[in-house]
């Protein structure tokens, strides 16, 4: 296996699991209002299990090695990687909206407002483009060059 040269985890930030978090303890404050201690008490154990869940499966690993380029299961070889564009804050925005192509694969999260566009060289793959968010755009696109 070849070494790892970029690595990078994209997890939700605090404040969404927070807010995630509230929204789930008013449901089992509901529960507690209209049947009692113990219902809503097993609410809540359920809930923060289900909050832990979607904090481990929302979040997004980034890693590049010498062959390929891997976000979560997806991947693709590094020689099918055309130009490189570092996207700010608004490119971003742009990029995943008005312009988004709906053929790209988008490795993208809301809360990490900055990316990398990566275009595919491939003659195969209908794919255009990977937009990735990444709040180490230069170091990723560094990394991919």
Not at 39 to 52: H, K, M, R, S
Not at 130 to 137: N, P, Y
Request: with cysteine; hydrophobic share 50%; glycine share 4%.
């Amino acid at each position: 296996m070849t070494p790892v040269r970029f690595r990078e985890v994209i997890a939700p930030p605090a404040w969404l699991l927070a807010f995630i978090y509230f929204l789930f303890s008013s449901i089992s404050i509901s529960l507690w209002a209209s049947i009692g201690n113990a219902p809503a008490f097993w609410c809540q154990i359920f809930l923060t299990g289900v909050l832990i869940y979607i904090a481990i499966r929302s979040r997004m690993i980034i890693e590049i090695d010498e062959k390929e380029l891997r976000i979560n299961n997806a991947h693709i070889e590094r020689k099918y990687l055309g130009d490189i564009k570092i996207l700010d804050t608004q490119a971003m925005r742009i990029t995943r909206g008005r312009d988004a192509d709906p053929s790209a694969y988008l490795a993208i999260r809301f809360w990490s407002p900055r990316g990398v566009l990566v275009e595919v060289k491939d003659s195969r793959d209908t794919t255009p483009y990977w937009l990735i968010s990444s709040k180490r755009a230069n170091d990723l696109a560094a990394a991919l060059r």
